[in-house]
């Protein structure tokens, strides 16, 4: 923050995909440590398999909080109102975005084959 100022400069996000490994205690625990001792910008709970564990992470954990909503994954797909209400700060939805994108390009390639 020194270099940069407040709100500039990159981002230092924290994720930890010990909820696989170990346990989601663990898990909370490694999240924490990258708050306070690590002093990370933002944190990352990979893939939660339930709505419970999404709250418990936005409760127990302090700082912005990133949710990946992807599409056949375990995590439950939520909307950006119900994430925001629940603590998280930023949402990404890769595949939503990819798959649309496929879907333009699909119809745009067929416009093209039919000569329109």
Known sequence: ESQYGPGTGPLILARTDALHTHSFSEALSR??????????????????????????????ITGPKLANMLEYGVTPLLSPVTLKEMGYTMAAYPLTLLSGGIKSVRESLEVIKEGK
Do not use: I, K, N, W
């Open 31 to 60: 999240l924490t440590a990258f708050r306070e001792e690590c002093g990370c910008d933002m944190t990352f709970l990979e893939a939660p398999r339930t709505v419970s564990q999404m709250e418990e992470y936005c409760r127990t």
